[in-house]
C-alpha cells in the first residue's frame, strides 16, 4: 500500500452556518442537521437499531468521516437500545480529517455532547494508518482509515453488517463513487448486508446493481425528495482466503502457551472480543523470562520510503501508546509515555526534509537538533534526535501481568505448567503433558512461546533464531540522568525505583544465561557512544540481567494462523501468503525480537480479530507482512523466479 502525507481538512461555514467544504464546494450536512440525516437515512436506512439487536457484533462501513456525526449517531442509538449487540464496530475511511481542535469547534452544540467529548479526546495523530479508538470499555470500536477511500477498500479486513456511503455528492467527488468501489464494498459485505446513502443518482443505483447490490429508490426527508436504499444479493458469494476466514468455533475458548507480553496481550485481546483463555506457563509467574526485564521502550520508526517496517511499527507505537497509558494509568504498572529520544547521525535539516515530504505530524514524530534533544532529556547530546511524542518506556512484566487481570475474569493463569505437546482430538486441541496427559483442550490454541513455539509445532521450517542480551542498571552516581529515554546504537531509560537501566549487547546464537563482566564493559561502551562521553562506572558495580530475543531476518513479527503443510497441494495459489492453507484452530505469535513493547498490544489485536472474525485493526498488506505462510510464500516466488531451485516451500 503506497502511503501518502494526510492533508487536514479546514473547517469552513457556509451563509447558513453548515459546515462546508471549499475543496468540494458542498455541505457536510443538510440544513436539517446532522443527526436528524444519519437517523434517517443511515440507521432507518439500514433498519437499525432493530438488526444490531441480540447480536454479538454488528459492523459498520462508511465512506467519509466528515465530522464524525454518522458515528456519534450510530454510538448514541447503540447506547440508547437495551437490547443492542454485544460489540460495535465501526469502519470509517477519510482523506481529509478535521485537526481535533477544529472537531472541538464543530461539535461545540453537538446533540451528542459527551460523546463528541470522547472522540475528541481519543483522536488519533493524522498519519496514513488504520486507527484503533475503543470506547465503553472496548465494546465500541472506531476503526479510523485516514486515507484515499481507493486504496482502503481493498486493504480492509472485515465482514460488514451495514455500509453508509457518505462522501460528498457525486457530482461533486467522482471518486468516491466510482464502480470499482463498490465491488470492494461487495467483497467486503457479510450475508444480508444493507447499504444506505443520502444520494439518488442513477448512476449510483447502477453501479451498486453491477457489483451484487439490489438497489432502489426511498422516500427522503428534510427537503431530499429521494435516498438509495440496497440489500446485498449477490448472485454468488466468493470464498475468501485461508487466513482471513476463521472457521466457526462455537465454545469461544482459547488455550494460551507462553505468558509473557504476547501471550497476556492475547488473553486481553481476546477477552475484549467475548473470547475466554487459559494462558499456561512453565513458569511460576508470567513474564519471568524474557518479558521480565525491569525496563524496555516503545516508539515508531521512520523511513524515507514509509515502506512495511515504517507503516507497520508506525501502527503499533500509536497502539502502544494508547494501551501502555492505560496500564500506566491503574497505578499497577510503571513507566512514562512523555516521549522517547532516537538519536540519528543524519543532519537535522535532512530529516525535516524527510518528515515534510512524508507529511507526518509533529504529535507523531519532530526532527530535533543536537541542542533541542539536550534540552528535553537534560543531558549534553551530540546527535540530532527523531523525537516520539507518544514513545516512553514501561516495565514489561508488569505490563503483561496488568493485561492478564485486564482479561480477567475471562483469562486464567496457569504457572508450573510444561507443555509438551499438542494433539488434535476431533475438532479440539489438547495441550499434553510430558507423561501424555490432558492438561486441558479447547478449539484454538496460540502459541505465544518465542522460540519454543518450533518445538510444539514439530518442525523448524521459519527462520526464527535467538539473540541473547544482556542489559546493565546501577544506583551508582556515575551514571548520567536522563530525563526522557534515549535509543540509537544501545539505550538509557531515566531512573526508577533508584535504578538507572541501560544497554543491551545483541548476541546472536549464545545461549549463555549467566550474567557477564565483559558483557558491562560492552554495554557501557555502547552507552558512551550513544551519549558521547566516557562513563566512569566500573563494570563490576553493575547488576544485570540475561534474555534472549527470538527474531527472524525481516525484523517483523510472526502473527497468524499456522499453515498446513499437508495442504500445500500443486495447483494452489500459494505466491501470496492469505492463500496458503491452515491448522483449523492454531495460531502463533512470535518473533518479537527487541520490540515485544511496541508490538504485543496491536499484534494481540490482529490475531483476536483472525481468530474470532471480527474486523482487523491493521491493513490486508501488513497481515501478509507478517503472516506466517510469509517463508512459503516467498520461496514459492522465488522459485517462480528460478525454476532450476531445488529449493521447497518451508513447511514440506
Known amino acids: 500500500m503506497n502511503t501518502r502525507p494526510i492533508v487536514p481538512a479546514t473547517l469552513s461555514f457556509d451563509s447558513d452556518g453548515l459546515p462546508y467544504s471549499p475543496d468540494y464546494q458542498d455541505v457536510y450536512h443538510p440544513l436539517a442537521g446532522a443527526f436528524a440525516q444519519a437517523q434517517h437515512v443511515f440507521l432507518a436506512g439500514n433498519g437499525l437499531p432493530q438488526r444490531w439487536q441480540a447480536r454479538e457484533r454488528f459492523v459498520v462501513l462508511e465512506t467519509g468521516f466528515g465530522l464524525g456525526n454518522n458515528f456519534l ?385 514439530g518442525h523448524a521450517a521459519w527462520p526464527l533464531a535467538p539473540v541473547r542480551g544482556q542489559i546493565s542498571m546501577s544506583d551508582s552516581a556515575g551514571l548520567p540522568r536522563t530525563a526522557l529515554p534515549i535509543a540509537g546504537a544501545g539505550y538509557l531509560l531515566p531512573e526508577s525505583n533508584g535504578f538507572t537501566l541501560f544497554g543491551a549487547t545483541s548476541q546472536p546464537a549464545d545461549m549463555d544465561g549467566s550474567v557477564r563482566d565483559i558483557d558491562h564493559t560492552a554495554n557501557l561502551a555502547q552507552l558512551a557512544r550513544l551519549l558521547g562521553e566516557p562513563v566512569d562506572v566500573a563494570p563490576g558495580a553493575l547488576r544485570g540481567r540475561t534474555g534472549w530475543r527470538w527474531s527472524v531476518p525481516d525484523r517483523l513479527p510472526v502473527i497468524g494462523a499456522v499453515p498446513d503443510p499437508a495442504a500445500l497441494a500443486i495447483g494452489r495459489p500459494l505466491d501470496q501468503p492469505r492463500f496458503v492453507p491452515r491448522i483449523a484452530g492454531l495460531y502463533v505469535f512470535t518473533a518479537l525480537g527487541s520490540r515485544g513493547i511496541t508490538w504485543s498490544a496491536l499484534g494481540a489485536q490482529a490475531l483476536a480479530a483472525l481468530i474470532s472474525g471480527a474486523p482487523c485493526p491493521i491493513e490486508a498488506s501488513l497481515l501478509d507482512a507478517i503472516d506466517p505462510a510469509r517463508f512459503i510464500s516467498r520461496a514459492v516466488r522465488r522459485a517462480a523466479t528460478n525454476p532450476e531451485s531445488t529449493h521447497k516451500p518451508a513447511g514440506d
Open 73 to 457: 449517531a450510530t454510538w448514541q442509538a447503540w447506547r440508547e437500545d437495551p437490547d443492542r449487540s454485544q460489540r460495535l464496530v465501526f469502519i470509517s475511511i477519510e482523506q481529509s480529517p478535521f485537526s481535533a481542535d477544529d472537531l472541538r469547534r464543530a461539535h461545540a452544540h453537538s446533540p451528542a455532547a459527551p460523546l463528541a467529548d470522547e472522540l475528541i479526546a481519543a483522536w488519533p495523530p493524522l498519519t496514513h494508518n488504520l486507527h484503533t479508538l475503543s470506547f465503553e470499555g472496548g465494546r465500541v470500536q472506531l476503526l479510523l482509515a485516514l486515507g484515499d477511500v481507493r486504496s482502503w477498500l481493498p486493504e480492509l479486513v472485515a465482514q460488514v453488517d451495514a455500509f453508509y456511503l457518505d462522501g460528498f455528492a457525486p457530482a461533486r467527488n467522482p471518486q468516491m463513487w466510482q464502480a470499482q468501489l463498490f465491488k470492494a464494498l461487495a467483497r467486503l459485505a457479510a450475508p444480508h448486508a444493507t447499504l444506505a446513502t443520502w444520494t439518488a443518482a442513477s448512476s449510483v443505483r447502477e453501479g451498486l446493481r453491477a457489483a451484487g447490490f439490489e438497489a432502489r429508490k426511498a422516500p427522503g426527508r428534510g427537503g431530499k425528495r429521494d435516498i438509495t436504499l440496497a440489500d446485498y444479493a449477490p448472485a454468488f458469494a466468493p470464498r475468501g482466503a485461508p487466513s482471513r476466514r476463521p472457521p466457526a468455533f462455537e465454545r469461544h475458548r482459547a488455550l494460551v502457551v507462553g505468558a509473557g507480553l504476547a501471550g497476556c496481550a492475547t488473553a486481553a485481546a481476546l477477552a475484549e472480543l467475548g473470547w475466554h483463555s487459559v494462558v499456561f506457563d512453565r513458569q511460576a509467574q508470567p513474564a519471568l523470562e524474557t518479558s521480565g526485564n525491569p525496563g524496555g521502550l516503545f516508539h515508531g520508526i521512520v523511513n524515507a520510503q514509509d515502506g512495511t517496517h515504517a507503516r507497520f511499527n508506525r501502527a503499533a507505537a500509536l497502539h502502544a501508546q494508547r494501551s501502555v497509558s492505560r496500564a500506566l494509568h491503574s497505578g499497577a504498572v510503571s513507566g512514562a509515555v512523555q516521549g522517547l529520544l532516537r538519536l540519528e547521525e543524519a543532519p537535522v535539516d535532512a530529516m525535516r526534509d524527510t518528515l515534510a515530504r512524508l507529511g507526518m505530524p509533529a504529535d507523531y514524530v519532530r526532527a530535533l537538533s543536537p541542542a533541542e534533544a539536550s534540552d528535553l532529556c537534560g543531558l549534553r547530546l551530540a546527535q540530532s534526535a527523531w523525537f516520539y511524542p507518544g514513545g516512553g518506556w514501561v516495565q514489561p512484566a508488569a505490563l503483561a501481568r496488568h493485561w492478564l487481570a485486564e482479561a480477567a475474569p475471562s483469562a486464567s493463569f496457569r504457572g508450573h505448567t510444561e507443555v509438551a505437546r499438542l494433539q488434535q482430538a476431533g475438532t479440539a486441541w489438547q495441550a499434553l503433558d510430558a507423561q501424555g496427559h490432558v492438561i486441558d483442550e479447547a478449539d484454538v490454541v496460540v502459541l505465544a512461546n518465542a522460540g519454543d513455539a518450533l518445538r510444539l509445532l
